[in-house]
Protein backbone atom coordinates (compact mmCIF):
# COMPACT_ATOMS: atom_id res chain seq x y z
CA UNK A 1 0.00 0.00 0.00
CA UNK A 2 0.94 3.75 -0.54
CA UNK A 3 -0.55 7.25 -0.04
CA UNK A 4 -1.14 9.33 -3.05
CA UNK A 5 0.71 12.37 -2.78
CA UNK A 6 -2.23 13.97 -4.75
CA UNK A 7 -5.20 12.68 -3.78
CA UNK A 8 -4.18 11.12 -0.29
CA UNK A 9 -5.66 7.84 -0.95
CA UNK A 10 -4.20 4.82 -0.27
CA UNK A 11 -4.07 2.36 -2.38
CA UNK A 12 -2.37 -1.29 -3.71
CA UNK A 13 1.13 -0.53 -5.01
CA UNK A 14 -0.43 -1.60 -8.80
CA UNK A 15 -2.01 1.49 -8.84
CA UNK A 16 1.48 3.71 -9.33
CA UNK A 17 3.66 3.51 -12.33
CA UNK A 18 6.94 1.51 -12.18
CA UNK A 19 9.95 3.46 -11.53
CA UNK A 20 13.40 1.28 -10.47
CA UNK A 21 14.80 5.06 -8.73
CA UNK A 22 11.59 5.20 -6.42
CA UNK A 23 11.20 3.20 -3.25
CA UNK A 24 9.25 0.44 -3.72
CA UNK A 25 9.87 0.60 -7.44
CA UNK A 26 6.87 2.85 -7.92
CA UNK A 27 5.79 6.43 -8.39
CA UNK A 28 4.32 8.82 -5.70
CA UNK A 29 1.10 9.86 -7.83
CA UNK A 30 -1.30 7.21 -8.62
CA UNK A 31 -2.24 6.36 -12.21
CA UNK A 32 -5.50 7.91 -12.24
CA UNK A 33 -4.19 11.32 -10.53
CA UNK A 34 -1.08 11.44 -13.23
CA UNK A 35 -4.00 10.70 -16.08
CA UNK A 36 -5.62 13.95 -14.82
CA UNK A 37 -2.26 15.77 -14.71
CA UNK A 38 -2.35 14.91 -18.07
CA UNK A 39 -5.46 15.62 -19.27
CA UNK A 40 -5.42 19.17 -17.40
CA UNK A 41 -1.92 19.86 -19.27
CA UNK A 42 -2.87 19.46 -22.56
CA UNK A 43 -6.05 21.55 -22.22
CA UNK A 44 -4.09 24.47 -20.60
CA UNK A 45 -1.33 24.32 -23.17
CA UNK A 46 -2.87 22.56 -26.88
CA UNK A 47 -0.04 24.67 -28.75
CA UNK A 48 2.55 22.54 -27.15
CA UNK A 49 0.89 19.18 -27.32
CA UNK A 50 0.31 19.90 -30.69
CA UNK A 51 4.39 21.17 -31.60
CA UNK A 52 4.65 17.62 -29.26
CA UNK A 53 2.96 15.36 -31.62
CA UNK A 54 4.42 17.14 -34.71
CA UNK A 55 7.84 16.13 -33.44
CA UNK A 56 7.31 13.01 -32.34
CA UNK A 57 5.94 12.13 -35.99
CA UNK A 58 8.99 13.56 -37.65
CA UNK A 59 11.24 11.69 -35.64
CA UNK A 60 9.23 8.31 -35.75
CA UNK A 61 7.82 9.28 -39.41
CA UNK A 62 8.59 5.32 -40.15
CA UNK A 63 6.29 3.78 -37.37
CA UNK A 64 3.69 5.46 -38.27
CA UNK A 65 3.59 5.70 -42.22
CA UNK A 66 3.55 1.55 -41.21
CA UNK A 67 0.46 1.96 -38.99
CA UNK A 68 -1.23 3.62 -42.12
CA UNK A 69 0.10 0.99 -44.59
CA UNK A 70 -1.16 -1.75 -42.43
CA UNK A 71 -4.34 -0.35 -41.62
CA UNK A 72 -4.86 0.33 -45.65
CA UNK A 73 -3.65 -3.55 -46.14
CA UNK A 74 -6.06 -4.33 -43.08
CA UNK A 75 -8.83 -2.53 -45.24
CA UNK A 76 -8.39 -3.77 -48.78
CA UNK A 77 -8.49 -7.50 -47.27
CA UNK A 78 -11.35 -7.02 -45.62
CA UNK A 79 -13.03 -5.22 -48.62
CA UNK A 80 -15.06 -8.52 -50.78
CA UNK A 81 -15.10 -9.05 -54.40
CA UNK A 82 -18.44 -9.82 -53.95
CA UNK A 83 -19.89 -6.12 -53.22
CA UNK A 84 -21.50 -4.86 -56.08
CA UNK A 85 -20.79 -1.46 -58.15
CA UNK A 86 -23.77 -0.21 -55.90
CA UNK A 87 -22.41 -0.86 -52.18
CA UNK A 88 -18.87 0.43 -53.60
CA UNK A 89 -20.83 3.72 -53.93
CA UNK A 90 -22.63 3.33 -50.79
CA UNK A 91 -19.56 3.16 -49.05
CA UNK A 92 -18.33 6.47 -50.82
CA UNK A 93 -21.69 8.36 -50.03
CA UNK A 94 -21.10 6.98 -46.27
CA UNK A 95 -17.94 8.97 -46.42
CA UNK A 96 -19.38 11.74 -48.06
CA UNK A 97 -22.56 12.44 -45.58
CA UNK A 98 -19.80 12.26 -42.69
CA UNK A 99 -17.48 15.16 -44.38
CA UNK A 100 -21.03 16.82 -44.70
CA UNK A 101 -21.52 16.50 -41.57
CA UNK A 102 -18.59 17.16 -40.05
CA UNK A 103 -18.72 20.79 -42.46
CA UNK A 104 -22.56 21.67 -40.92
CA UNK A 105 -21.88 20.90 -37.25
CA UNK A 106 -18.41 22.05 -36.86
CA UNK A 107 -17.90 19.15 -34.91
CA UNK A 108 -15.63 16.20 -36.59
CA UNK A 109 -16.78 12.69 -37.39
CA UNK A 110 -15.97 9.87 -38.64
CA UNK A 111 -16.78 6.91 -40.49
CA UNK A 112 -16.69 3.93 -37.67
CA UNK A 113 -16.39 0.01 -38.45
CA UNK A 114 -19.16 -1.32 -36.30
CA UNK A 115 -17.41 -4.89 -35.78
CA UNK A 116 -13.51 -3.89 -36.46
CA UNK A 117 -11.63 -5.21 -39.31
CA UNK A 118 -8.89 -5.92 -36.56
CA UNK A 119 -10.84 -6.96 -33.74
CA UNK A 120 -9.00 -9.55 -31.74
CA UNK A 121 -12.08 -12.41 -31.77
CA UNK A 122 -13.72 -11.02 -34.49
CA UNK A 123 -12.72 -9.13 -37.95
CA UNK A 124 -15.43 -7.33 -39.77
CA UNK A 125 -15.86 -6.33 -42.72
CA UNK A 126 -15.29 -3.07 -45.12
CA UNK A 127 -19.17 -3.54 -46.25
CA UNK A 128 -21.74 -0.02 -45.82
CA UNK A 129 -23.88 -2.13 -43.46
CA UNK A 130 -20.53 -2.29 -40.99
CA UNK A 131 -19.98 1.29 -41.04
CA UNK A 132 -21.50 4.25 -38.31
CA UNK A 133 -20.77 7.68 -38.54
CA UNK A 134 -19.61 8.41 -34.95
CA UNK A 135 -18.63 11.76 -33.81
CA UNK A 136 -14.84 11.80 -33.57
CA UNK A 137 -14.70 12.40 -29.65
CA UNK A 138 -17.46 8.67 -28.99
CA UNK A 139 -14.60 6.92 -31.96
CA UNK A 140 -11.30 8.54 -30.25
CA UNK A 141 -12.86 7.51 -26.72
CA UNK A 142 -12.97 4.01 -27.58
CA UNK A 143 -8.94 3.75 -28.22
CA UNK A 144 -10.06 0.89 -31.15
CA UNK A 145 -11.75 -1.33 -27.95
CA UNK A 146 -15.09 -3.15 -29.44
CA UNK A 147 -18.37 -2.41 -27.55
CA UNK A 148 -17.13 0.07 -26.00
CA UNK A 149 -19.95 2.33 -27.52
CA UNK A 150 -23.84 1.56 -28.36
CA UNK A 151 -22.39 2.71 -32.61
CA UNK A 152 -26.10 1.03 -33.24
CA UNK A 153 -27.62 4.17 -31.53
CA UNK A 154 -25.70 6.44 -34.16
CA UNK A 155 -26.46 4.82 -36.89
CA UNK A 156 -29.83 6.96 -37.91
Not at 67 to 89: F, G, H
Not at 106 to 117: N, R, S
Request: with cysteine; charged share 30%.
Amino acid sequence: MRTCNVCKVDKELDAYHNCKSFPLGKVYTCKECAKQKTRNWSIVNPNRKKETARKEYKKNKHVYIARVAKRKAAKLKATPSWLTEKQLNDINTIYKACAKITERTGKAHHVDHIIPLQGVDVCGLHVPWNLAILPASMNLAKHNKHNSWDTKQWQK
